[in-house]
């Protein structure tokens, strides 16, 4: 019973500063475990759409296969390119819940920056398969090959509309230090993308076709 | 001890009085009402609920005219009702219509109501979100059915669509697209309801209310959202390649180009096991509420039902390939395929002892809803069995696309899921509605629905040994297959008199509802949170949030245990119940914003079909929709009641039953 008072006591607590949003069930605030919960349903999308590339990678019916073409090279660097983005991310969340607002916007813009510099590698390499005769419908192994990538594709360009509606609503001033939430959300998807990109990098690029 | 509610409602981060002085947005901010308006804007819970629930006794209706139609070409040999053609499209869209347009959404409308209440919460965690995914619902529903007018006919490619029948040149028409666009909207409906569902029973629980203290209705529904989450992805991938190689000529279902047909199988099925289970657990919750209040018992062995739910839940994930022994995917995966299926059948045999072993020993009351519940333990009972045949490979191999698994399917799906939902519509009636459906009227539909039912399903358990194919349009004379048809024809037509008694049943119900005493917080005396606070539930669904005890918190709130140990009445449910007459609640205001990002996906789908200018016009009304919504504060400022005046009012009010 003195523990349930305790709850109620600190309930209390809360109350008095108005509406507190941590005081949930399981002391994650909904949005936050709404976006975790929604991740882990993004993980099957994107394993059913890996296991459609793996099951089909050799599938050439007599033409240029994706494995072919692959610019391992320049997909390394776009990579790399992502993956620093996250850096970027962390430091935006750092300096928005620090109440450094200027500092927070300049992260967020490198982070989508970044993002339009990976989406842009993304654009180059779809045109230069096309040219080497890799198309979306050239055989099962390209029409995996496509929907996957550029599906993540559409998935970072989704992560970059929203730091960019962060970094307007920064220079509106409504993303305070006390929404830095918002921010942390929003990079929960960002990683997410980025680790995705890890699987898709080592399964599809490096490992190879037999 | 005064109980002080701690979070009335989430208020997202930033809170919205800033930006009091600028509202956003094109829509004058509604408020709650009681007009036909309020409802295409309404947030509330129950009232979401209730819009799930029309609709889909709506759809119900015409996947039942559907089965009729199927019933009446199949009555006697060489039908010539429907062309070989339109027999095609019915009996597919027979299946799409009851399982994503009646069957989920029903089931969808109980969690939205009762999630909530059995928790004793005041909403759901996002109550705009909760109006998405029913506006998203609809449109999809709406929009899978337009194929009908201006897709050249429904789907004809049976529910599950294998590839190659789902490619252009077996199916010409537009109909498999609208059925791989539809199914994609309906899927993003079922996404965002599963997050928000799983997020409000894990983050909204009134204090004291433990996991292992949820109803176990709510315990099942919880399971249901989490298969939902995890299931509904790996349909849409295969929905996904299935538009790309129709829409843009993709080559993931073209056998010639090297392509490999089981690839859809594989992820329908892994999708299509789960939806088994998405189906049948929230009428197990159901059943698992009805028979404890009409036994006057606790349910027997509580953490057992909760386990074998959750084990029901994982197991379902690996017996997908049962649905495809004869797809010569090797010995090695036929055998491991079997034995997970036989295993599967453990944690429901666990449900259906529990459920018999609550009733043992108890007072019985046999109420229609009790009745209904009953049958659905031995209808469900009846296609449980006939189940575990099909984990036995070589009868398997036997009975596939025979009418033995027709009969198999609708046992599990309509003796279990559809009479189990229909035991709750009996039961919590009068908690929504405020007056009683008539018993009499109700007994009427039971007994003839139960008998039409057995009458259409169980010859086909005959017929599908006898070898007569599931999906042909017509049969030939001579091979002893009319008898029986015309016996399941007559049983679909009970069926339909059965539903015709139930929608009489409720028009008549509220009619007479003025004459007769009203039920009451607690008619039956039962035992969850909902039945704590007045019929119909006020908006604002709890006075106090609720303090939890225990189990069954509103049953002890009535009983206890004298010094004999026996169990007496302690108080009447009237006198323990909230009145329900609490003013200034706070509560989110209504948007149309759900309602404007829903509309822009069905045009987003008949563009993609018919011309890609209408799916720009559709993206962008939903991305402005999103963006609108997003600017629109939760809380409308001008709304006329004042948050911090509202937390002293329930500062000071000391609960009901649990101060």
Redesign the interface.
Known sequence: MSA??V??DL??A???H????H????G????K??MW??L???C??F???IS?YL??KT???GRTLPTDVFDIPFTSVSSFVLLMSSLTMVLALSAVSRGEAEAGRTWLLATALLGGVFIGGQVYEFTAFVREGVA?????A???FF?LTGFHGVHVSLGIVMLM?LFVASLKG?L?Q??A??VEIVGLYWHFVDIVWIFIFTVIYLIPAD | ?A?????????????SVRYAERPLGVFTRPQEGRGWRDWLSTVDHKRIGILYGASAMFFFLVGGVEALLIRLQLAAPEGSVLSADVYNQVYTMHGVTMVFLFIMPLAAAFSNYFIPLQIGARDV??PRLNALSFWIWLSGAIFLNTSWIVGGGGADCGWFCYSTNSGVAFSPSHGVDFYAIGLQILGIAS?VS???L??TC????A???TLMRMPVLTWMLLITQFLL??????I???L??LM?DRL?????F?PD????PL?WQH?FWIFGHPEVYIIILPAFGVVSEVIPTFSRKPLFGYEFMVFSGIAIGFMGWGVWAHHMFVSGMGPISVAAFSLSTMFIAVPTGVKVLNWLATMWGGKLRFTVAMKFAVATVAMFTIGGLSGVTHSVAPADTQQTDTYYIVAHFHYVIFGGGVLGLFAGIYFWWPKIWGHFLNERLGNWSFWIMLVGFNLTFGPMHILGLQGMSRRIDTYARGYGFEFWNMAATVGSLLIAVSVVIFIWNVVKSKRDAPHLPPPGPDPWDARSLEWSIPSPVPTHNFDTVP?VHGRDEWWHAKYAENDEGQVVRVATAEEAAQTGEATGVHLPSPSFWPLAVAVGLPLIGYGLIFNLWLALIGALLTIASL?SW?LEPVDDPDAAHD??ED?KNE?DQTGGHDS
Do not use: C, W
Not at chain 1, 136 to 140: A, H, K, L, M
Not at chain 2, 248 to 252: G, I, L, S, V
């Open positions: 349930e008072a709850t109620a309930g209390h809360a109350d008095e108005g509406h507190d949003e005081a949930t069930t399981t994650l605030s909904h949005t475990l709404a919960v929604f882990g349903s993004e099957l999308l394993g059913g759409l459609t099951l089909y599938r050439g019916n979306f419908t050239t055989n099962p390209s029409s995996a929907t509606s409504r305070t006390r929404n939430e918002t | 001890m109980i002080v509610e701690k979070t009335p409602l989430e208020l997202g981060p930033g809170d965690a996002f996404l599963s997050v928000n799983i997020v894990l983050n909204m629980r204090p004291g209310m989450l995890f299931a509904l992805p790996v849409t991938v295969a996904f390649l790309f843009f000529d993709a080559q993931f073209n180009a090297g392509a490999d690839l992820l303090q963006y997003a948050h911090h937390d500062d």
